[in-house]
């Protein structure tokens, strides 16, 4: 074990907890929806709603995860500001690709009722082929179904081209997972140049970019080159995660008249929630300063 994993794991829950309190709306589906409202009246900004926990092993775990998922979206379903995003690894997906392919589409399904959009996460690249064809069988049924792409990988190029037929919502972003070099940029401002190119290659084909990232020049370089193309501002939306202060250029997008959206994490237990950050962490451990750096800079 390296010794990055071992101060992780000694890392106290309760530091941990602190680290997650401004990335976490708090416990239980209440939590996340009372946070999705004060968003949305406050700066008038959309969420996705998603619920802690991942690698979940056991069939009656898998199908309690569904059943938060089905309360959710009827919770949500009055708040067309607010979708819903999930993770493979919640459902089923280390069982088998069709168990957990079958609970994603219950979960598109309920949601399609209620015009509701779900968006499949992506995790590191040993789920990435598992994740697009689940994606795509899904996606052919139901027009609320979205998914992301990591700049970072090689092969994102290719997996936007075929992509789909129908236009998608595609989130876009660098990728919070490290990966080696044979299949990955290593260098962020590689990576970042990746993602204004791969903006302009989902619209060419089609699709409703979402601009998941943080950087104010990025998402300056976007717009300018959006605007000077012509392209609708509703054609696209930006995203960022909730507790990274970017107040200022999030309610320009707003006054844009466009979609700026925030990612709301919520808990069923505090302890999915450390979990999920020690894992964050220990997957990217240049996190951490950013982390500490949000909170001292509030
Ligand atoms: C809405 C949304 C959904 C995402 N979904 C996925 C997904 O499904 N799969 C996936 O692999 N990745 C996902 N990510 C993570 C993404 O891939 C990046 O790891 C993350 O956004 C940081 O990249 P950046 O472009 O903001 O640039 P960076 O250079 O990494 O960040 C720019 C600045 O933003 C701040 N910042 C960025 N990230 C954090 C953080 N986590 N905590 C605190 N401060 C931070 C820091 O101040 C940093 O200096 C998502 C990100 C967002 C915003």
């Known amino acids: 074990m390296d010794l990055k994993r071992i101060v992780l794991d000694l890392m106290p829950d ?5 680290f997650a309190a401004p990335y976490c709306a708090g416990k239980g589906i209440s939590s996340g929806v009372t946070k999705a409202d004060e968003i949305h009246t406050k700066g008038g900004l959309f969420t996705t709603l998603d619920l802690l926990g991942e690698e979940v092993f056991k069939r009656e775990d898998v199908e309690a995860t569904v059943q938060v998922y089905f309360r959710m979206i009827e919770a949500v379903k009055d708040r067309p500001f607010v979708s819903i995003s999930l ?13 957990c392919q079958d609970n994603l589409r219950r979960i598109v399904a309920a949601a399609a009722t209620h015009g509701i959009h779900i968006t499949l996460d992506m995790e590191d690249r040993h789920f990435t082929d598992v994740t697009l064809r689940m994606f795509k069988a899904i996606r ?3 027009d609320n179904f979205g998914i992301v792409l990591q700049s ?12 789909h037929l129908k236009p998608c919502k595609v989130r876009i972003c660098i990728g919070i997972y490290k990966e080696p070099a044979d299949v990955a ?12 190119e791969y903006v302009q290659l989902l619209l060419d084909h089609g699709h409703y970019p979402e601009i998941a990232t943080h950087d ?20 696209y939306e930006f995203q960022m995660l909730m507790g990274v202060p970017r107040t200022e ?13 925030l990612y709301v994490p919520f808990a069923e237990d505090w302890k999915y929630a450390v979990h999920y950050m020690k894992r964050r962490l220990g997957a990217n451990p240049a996190m951490a300063p950013m982390v500490i750096k949000n909170l001292f800079g509030r």
């Open 14 to 18: 309760v530091l941990v907890r602190t």
């Open 87 to 99: 993770k493979p690894t919640q459902l089923g997906i280390n069982e088998s690709e069709a168990y």
């Open 140 to 142: 052919n049924e139901f």
């Open 152 to 163: 970072r990988l090689f092969r994102t190029a290719e997996d936007i081209k075929a992509l």
């Open 185 to 196: 940029l290593q260098d962020k401002r590689d990576m970042k140049e990746k993602l204004f």
């Open 216 to 235: 104010e020049p990025l998402i300056r370089r976007c717009i300018d080159h959006l605007d000077k193309h012509g392209v609708a501002k509703d054609a």
């Open 249 to 261: 250029v999030q309610q320009e997008i707003v006054k844009r008249g466009q979609v700026m959206r």
